[in-house]
């Protein structure tokens, strides 16, 4: 099973173990851009968006398949924690009322607003409830 480890705010933690939140976002950026998502371009696959070759061919940008997600609340050793189901994921990029790609520019590298949506299933475990 691949999971994916994340931090998580009370509120949200308990809204997926009570079954209110089904959805758990988390936005891309240069840094974390490895851990959420990765490149096809031309039938082939990066990790890395600057290993894509510069053309004018179409880049799809496809969420890594997570089978759960590992919501740690806190930072404790005996933090409370949850695994939930990742039923599907999608990318979405934010944009502007124009419909126009919202962008950012972080380090000298200008990229897309945009967040991986994980929706989620059934929880499966839980410790230090």
Not at 14 to 39: A, M
Not at 92 to 104: C, H, P, R, S, Y
Request: glycine fraction near 4%; proline fraction near 3%; hydrophobic fraction near 35%.
């Amino acid at each position: 099973m691949k999971v994916l480890t994340l931090q998580i705010n009370k509120e949200c933690f308990q809204d997926i173990l009570n079954g209110k939140q089904d959805v758990e976002h988390r936005y891309v950026y240069p840094s974390n851009v490895s851990r959420y998502v990765y490149f096809r371009h031309d039938g082939k696959e990066y990790k890395r968006q600057e290993d894509i070759p510069d053309d004018d061919k179409e880049i799809e940008v496809i969420p890594i398949k997570y089978d759960a997600l590992y919501l740690i609340n806190g930072r404790r050793k005996d933090a409370p924690r949850l695994t939930v189901e990742v039923k599907s994921a999608e990318y979405v990029i934010f944009a502007d009322e124009e419909g126009n790609d919202l962008t950012k520019i972080e380090n000298g590298v200008e990229y897309l607003i945009s967040q991986v949506w994980y929706h989620l299933g059934k929880v499966i475990s839980t410790e230090n409830i």
